[in-house]
Nanobody, 120 residues
Framework: VQLQASGGGLVQAGGSLRLSCAAS????????MGWYRQAPGKQRELVAR???????NYADSVKGRFIISRDNAKNTVYLQMNSLKPEDTAVYSC???????????????WGRGTQVTVSS
């Protein structure tokens, strides 16, 4: 199983970006999916997370600006980021709890991070 993230880039403050992360391989089902970020010199932090039933939670710093959504048929999670600020600059990584075909439990997977840079 692999998680492939895309959509990062350079944007001016106030702009928008949309991140995508798709799970591929021997996926039977996916529980939670989410996005985390890590800025230089800081610890990784939760940005947003969505359960399989689309219950969501967000970091206080992004509430009202970011929206997490899922396409369960495509095993994909999205992060729409609006009103971006320079302090949103970080490497964004996706995470998912996945049950393999034939497995009995969930495994934790991380995608390779994608850089988001917001200029002032």
């Amino acid at each position: 199983v692999q998680l492939q993230a895309s959509g990062g880039g350079l944007v001016q403050a106030g702009g928008s970006l949309r991140l995508s992360c798709a799970a591929s391989g021997s996926v039977f089902s996916i529980s939670d999916m989410g996005w985390y970020r890590q800025a230089p010199g800081k610890q990784r932090e939760l940005v947003a997370r969505s359960t399989s039933g689309s219950i969501t939670n967000y970091a206080d710093s992004v509430k009202g600006r970011f929206i997490i959504s899922r396409d369960n048929a495509k095993n994909t999670v999205y992060l729409q980021m609006n009103s971006l600020k320079p302090e949103d600059t970080a490497v964004y990584s996706c995470n998912a709890l996945i049950k393999h075909i034939g497995a009995t439990g969930l495994r934790d997977y991380w995608g390779r991070g994608t850089q988001v840079t917001v200029s002032s």
